[in-house]
């Protein structure tokens, strides 16, 4: 198989869908790589380590387009990339379809086999294509949070971790999931007062072992998040539903009654964004102002820190990169019914049925569009 790597063009995307240890691994499984000349840079990566790996390197998107069998990348295509792809061709990457009906259409129209990391499942019902960046992004939540809290970015100018005789600021973190755990590890390491807000009793349990007294956890209700956010400082927006748009749990009316120049950090924004007041922002230009609360939404979190990111996600992609390539699609699908459930878009088909629900299109089961092929 020819697998083909372009370079992102998202705002300040640096990462890259592979890494060279990836591409030796398929050069020796005997398939060809073809990886766009520097797309690599922005994580530390050369032509001539991908050439010496055995990739060929080109010039511009124009052959890996029109060349490949699959296309790896890692965040959804842009509409310039969404008119290159072809009937039959594999597109593997981050899709993030519920919030973006226009990729949606796109992606159907082009006839292109899509299959999202995000909805990649494990046998435990995990999602291991997406922890990989929910952990980053959760540990970089209170870092940024913390920068936005700063005067000069339009925070009230406190910092996170407090001094002696100084309190430490209060940070509520919605979801007690991967992102959400993680964003509680660094916002306790650095002196925060944390608590954590999950409807599920179990992940309560789970957390409340795992910090002990470090953090208070509080079970989810509309009441408890209006309440927690009045005393706030900084609020983590950290909710999942795989493959579906995020809930709006926090409303305008509850960004209105936080403190001026408190801090929102929305991890949840690839899926549209669990604040009402949320739209996507870019590493250009993090951050907004809505009634007078800083709002940080970049819709690429771990492209900030795109060289541990490219290889985190390379670690847990490679597996399903050869598996695809090795036996090529329908039979990797067939075979492996978690990596079935990446499969959004088929031959002009949408087979993900919470996009469907979310956006009010045809829904078609998966397995039934594989077979048919």
Not at 240 to 258: C, Q, Y
Request: proline share 5%.
């Amino acid at each position: 198989m020819l697998i083909g790597v372009p370079s992102e063009i998202k705002d300040n995307e640096a990462r890259v869908g592979l890494i060279p240890t990836s591409v030796h691994e398929l050069v020796h499984h005997g398939h060809r790589v073809m990886v766009q000349s520097g797309a690599g840079l922005g994580a530390g990566l050369t032509d001539s380590d991908y050439i010496h790996a055995g990739a060929e390197i080109v010039d511009g998107p124009d052959r890996i387009f029109a060349d490949s069998d699959m296309i790896v990348k890692v965040k959804e295509p842009l509409s310039e990339e969404r008119k290159r792809l072809r009937p039959g061709q594999v597109l593997f990457t981050y899709l993030h379809l519920a919030p973006d009906p226009e990729q949606t259409r796109d992606l159907i129209a082009s006839g292109a086999i899509c299959i999202a990391y995000e909805t990649v499942t494990s046998p435990s019902g995990a999602l291991p294509l997406l922890t990989p960046m929910s952990e980053v992004a959760g540990r970089l939540a209170p870092q940024v949070g913390a920068h936005a809290l700063e005067k000069s970015q339009g925070g009230r100018g406190i910092l996170l971790g407090g001094v002696p005789g100084v309190p430490a600021a209060s940070v509520v973190i919605i979801g007690g999931g991967v992102s959400g755990t993680h964003a509680a590890t660094i916002a306790i390491g650095m002196g925060a007062r944390v608590t954590v807000v999950d409807r599920s009793a179990d992940a309560l349990k789970r957390l409340s072992a795992q910090f002990g007294s470090a953090i208070s956890t509080v079970y989810s209700t509309r009441s408890a998040i209006a309440d927690l956010l009045k005393e706030a400082d900084l609020v983590i927006g950290a909710v999942l539903i795989p493959g579906a748009a995020a809930p709006k749990l926090v409303t305008r009316e509850m960004i209105g009654s936080m403190k001026k120049g408190a801090v929102v950090v929305d991890i949840a924004i690839d899926q549209g964004g669990c604040f009402e007041t949320s739209h996507a922002t870019t590493h250009s230009n993090p951050t907004y102002l809505v009634d007078g609360v800083v709002h940080y939404c970049v819709a690429n979190m771990p492209g900030a820190v795109a060289r541990t990111s490219t290889f985190a996600l390379n670690n847990a992609t490679l597996p399903f990169v050869l598996a695809l390539a090795d036996l090529g699609w329908q039979e990797a699908l067939l075979r492996d019914r978690h990596l079935l459930a990446g499969l959004n878009v088929c031959r002009g088909e949408l087979t993900c049925e919470p996009v469907a629900e979310t956006q009010g299109l045809v829904f078609v089961d998966p397995l039934l569009a594989v077979q048919r092929g």
